[in-house]
């Protein structure tokens, strides 16, 4: 069974992007191209990402994907695009639109994932969905050295100690990695 793994980048005070969706402040802060260093690394052992439709939007402007789709960034990856609207498809990428419960999809993922994990690229209420739904298994979060007044959240839900177990502490350049195991609500 493949891991679910929540991989992602936060400010100090839990931000994922701010109010317009902008990752602007990550992208200017020292050393991280240290932090993105074993990025490679845990690619290779995922077999399917999960997004929700802002992060999938935000992938397509940031690359320029309706003039480039060979920028596509994960080509040997199936990628599953979690969303109610209808959004433009990337040609030659493995793209998958749902809309629905995770656990009406869940056999899909697993099945698409086989022997590899499962990472939620975002956001925060994406994976919320999949620790509701107990499939949540690990959040790796870098902590990057900025202060937000406000944006996306991490995780807008109410994970508590009990279910959180903290693996590791790791300093890559400026940002901090935790990673903690997630244990299903009982």
């Known amino acids: 069974m493949p891991r679910v793994i929540y991989n992602t980048a936060t400010t100090l005070n839990g931000f994922l992007a701010d109010d317009q969706d902008s990752l602007s402040w990550l992208f200017v802060v020292r050393g991280a191209e240290e932090a993105e260093s074993g990025f490679s ?3 290779k052992g995922i077999g399917v990402l999960v997004m929700g439709s802002t992060t999938y939007e935000w992938i397509l402007e940031h690359e320029n994907l ?3 789709p060979e920028k596509w960034p994960y080509d040997d990856i199936a990628s599953f695009v979690l969303s109610s609207r209808r959004l433009p498809e990337i040609p030659g990428a493995d793209v998958r639109f749902r809309r629905g419960g995770i656990d009406e999809m869940w056999s899909e993922l697993t099945d698409a994932a086989g022997d ?9 209420d994406l994976v919320g969905q999949f620790a509701e739904a107990g499939h ?6 870098s902590v990057a050295p900025v ?16 279910r959180l177990t903290l693996e590791s502490v790791k300093q890559a350049g400026q940002f901090a990695e935790l990673v903690y195991t997630v244990r299903s609500a009982s």
């Open 136 to 141: 949540l298994d690990e959040i790796r979060v």
């Open 66 to 68: 309706a003039e480039h």
């Open 41 to 43: 690394g845990f690619l």
């Open 116 to 124: 590899r994990d499962i990472w939620l690229v975002g956001g925060g």
């Open 147 to 162: 202060t937000l007044t406000s944006g996306k959240p991490l995780l807008p839900r109410r994970l508590e100690s009990d």
